[in-house]
Nanobody, 123 residues
Framework: QVHLVESGGGLVQAGGSLTLSCIAS????????TGWFRQGPGKERKYVAL????????YYGDFVKGRFTISRDNAKNTVYLRMNSLKPEDTAVYYC????????????????WGQGTQVTVSS
């Protein structure tokens, strides 16, 4: 059974930075595509970024616009999301998720989910 645990969220001022971590147990994280999603209050869960199983390919949602970077440390079985130039509209619960198949922007295609970590950006 795969468990994903996110950490690193918190309160930050607009323009600030945070790095989220997603550590996996039960399976090698490089054996599945890992995605980050976010869900604001009253909103649908939205794709943020993903990293392929090989780790060679990364993809981002259009709204990221160069502000976020997804990366992976295989030795630590961890995927990161570095977020720079944060805006109040980035406020949401951020989730990491695992997909045993090909990369996808649809939450429905992901098999494993963490519990989420809250990111709050103040103006």
């Amino acid at each position: 059974q795969v468990h994903l645990v996110e950490s690193g969220g918190g309160l930050v001022q607009a323009g600030g930075s945070l790095t989220l971590s997603c550590i996996a147990s039960g399976r090698t994280i490089s054996s599945f595509t890992t995605g980050w999603f976010r869900q604001g209050p009253g909103k649908e869960r939205k794709y943020v970024a993903l990293i392929s199983r090989s780790g060679l390919n990364t993809y981002y949602g259009d709204f990221v616009k160069g502000r976020f970077t997804i990366s992976r440390d295989n030795a630590k079985n961890t995927v990161y999301l570095r977020m720079n130039s944060l805006k109040p509209e980035d406020t949401a619960v951020y989730y990491c998720a695992g997909n045993g198949g090909a990369g996808s922007q649809s939450p429905a295609d992901y098999d494993y989910w963490g519990q989420g970590t809250q990111v709050t950006v103040s103006s």
